[in-house]
């Protein structure tokens, strides 16, 4: 039988995460997290009190930071932080040669 | 199931400190790592080298492997009688799993031991890579694909399973978005939420269309008459073809923009359409245009290098 189809959806520049939402989701602990905002690759969209909170985007950043962690077998964060911008930079530039080659 | 060499494949000896274990591993990822990789089977190299990290680089994985006995690399093995009592985490299903697979129930197993949560967890996200063509990121689209995931067999082990996944993919999303399907992701733990299923985007290269965001840019080549005394010429959109008007004087390089005209996002947002004008000559000309061409060159004053000039 046919699956249903499921709606997928813009992912809301608005809802937000917690640091520890964040945690859980991207496999990172929140000492990582918070050594990530301070390196300034992971941007906390609000201060909610005392906690950060960040955008649904940043899931992926976190993703990707955890994977990179992972796969290169890294144990320091401010490195990890370095790899993840210039891992971004290179993704912006792809995509910008695939704009230029279409 | 297959045996497979973990430490072969790290190339270490079995008495190998961590250090060294995670030295070697540093540096075949280095090698076969395919965002950086140009090997050829880089991909699965480093798959197999991050799946024999996985498990020695955590002690208790890398007893529970050490467990298993010394055997050949491929050849067909079962798990010792104790093991799984030992290591595993409840009814065995040796068959249709693989090692790395074992290796994964060992944590699941142990964490779900020791570790057990008292509290409500949300499931764990799922993510996938949708290819779309540049007409159904434009409109909009339904896409099946097919999602591998490791799930709880519902009687304490893990098992490898494919689910068929239709989604509906909304008008307007662009290369690199990542799109959210909530609530189809794994099952929430104790009760908790399940988790999403986020949705990485791939757009396929247009031949006329360059895409910026919600942005469209198409070259427009126009004729030198065309560019000089302005034109009215019919451009393709992604929604039809339209009229544009193009301004006399128009030069080479100059952008004329349709707004609205971009991609257009279900929530009304909607991006424009540049057309980038380029000025095409005719590579072959008859006596007459020739003719029509050099009274041209001798009326006119026009220099286009004046600005060279002096320097």
Redesign the interface.
């Known amino acids: 039988m046919?699956?249903?189809?499921?709606?997928?959806?813009?992912?809301e520049e608005t809802a937000v995460v917690s640091v520890t939402?964040l945690s859980?989701?991207s496999g990172l602990s929140e000492v990582e997290l918070r050594v990530l905002v301070e390196c300034g690759a992971l941007h906390p969209s609000q201060l909610e009190g005392a906690t950060w909170v960040f955008s649904?985007?940043s899931?992926?950043v976190a993703?990707t930071a955890r994977r990179l962690r992972?796969?290169?077998?890294l144990d320091d964060v401010h490195s990890l932080a370095i790899l993840l911008r210039y891992?971004q930079r290179i993704?912006e530039l792809e995509?910008e040669l695939?704009?230029?080659?279409? | 199931m297959k045996y497979k060499d973990y430490y072969a494949i790290l190339g270490v000896g079995r008495t190998a400190g961590a250090d060294e274990i995670k030295s070697a591993y540093r540096k075949l990822a280095r090698k076969y790592h395919p965002d950086v990789s140009k090997e050829k089977d880089a991909e699965e190299k480093f798959k197999e080298v991050s799946e024999a990290y996985e498990t020695l680089k955590d002690a208790e994985k890398r007893a529970a492997y050490d467990e298993l006995g010394r055997h050949a690399s491929g050849e067909d093995f079962r798990p010792p009688p104790d093991w799984e009592r030992a290591y595993g985490s409840g009814q065995p299903a040796f068959d249709d799993i693989d090692l790395a697979d074992l290796f994964a129930s060992v944590a699941g197993g142990r964490r779900g031991r020791r570790h057990a949560p008292d509290g409500p967890l949300p499931g764990q996200d799922y993510e996938a890579r949708v290819a779309l063509s540049f007409e159904q990121a434009y409109h909009g689209a339904e896409v099946e694909f097919d999602l591998g995931v490791i799930e709880h067999d519902g009687e304490g082990g893990l098992r490898r399973a494919t689910h068929k996944v239709k989604t509906r993919i909304p008008k307007g999303v662009v290369d690199g978005q990542t799109l959210r399907v909530p609530g189809k992701g794994a099952p929430g733990i104790n009760g908790g939420p399940p988790g999403d299923l986020f949705l990485d985007i791939v757009v396929a290269a247009h031949p006329l269309y360059r895409t910026d965001g919600l942005d469209l840019h198409v070259d427009l080549p126009l004729a030198p008459w065309e560019a000089v005394l302005g034109a009215s010429v019919e451009i393709p959109t992604p929604g039809g073809r339209v009229a544009l008007k193009v301004p006399p004087g128009t030069r080479a390089g100059q952008t004329l923009r349709l707004g609205g005209r971009g991609m257009a996002r279900a929530d009304g947002k909607s991006g424009h359409l540049y057309a980038h004008a380029q000025i095409a000559v005719p590579t072959v000309v008859d006596e007459k245009q020739r003719a029509l061409y050099r009274e041209l060159a001798e009326h006119s004053a026009f220099d286009p290098r004046a600005h060279l000039e002096g320097n």
């Open positions: 046919a699956p249903d189809a499921y709606d997928a959806i813009e992912i939402e859980a989701r649904r985007r899931l992926a993703r992972d796969d290169y077998a891992v993704e995509a695939r704009r230029y080659r279409r």
